[in-house]
């Protein structure tokens, strides 16, 4: 009998998808426009492990003298 793996996508995007305002005017042309979008993706299986090693590299990060006082490091989630 052969072993069934769930598999877990993650997709995640950086940037701004919006190429047009309202009333289709391009914002490609307006000042500060930055005509980027990234979209990763992965697949895994082992969903613990990665969560694992994503709080272990966070701590990590709060730890390290160089990153520990950046607002995205201190800043509390609740």
């Known amino acids: 009998m052969s072993e069934h793996w769930k598999t877990y996508l993650y997709i995640d995007e950086s940037g701004d998808s919006s190429f ?6 391009s914002m490609v042309v307006t000042e500060g426009f930055k005509p980027l979008l990234l979209i990763g993706l992965i697949e895994i299986e082992d969903k613990k492990a990665i969560r694992e090693a994503v709080m272990h590299f966070m701590e990590q990060l709060k ?9 995205c490091i201190t800043k509390n989630k609740d």
Not at 20 to 25: C, D, T, V, W
Not at 63 to 71: G, Q, T, V
């Open 63 to 71: 730890n390290d003298p160089i990153y520990n006082e950046l607002p």
């Open 20 to 25: 047009y305002a309202k009333g289709k005017r």
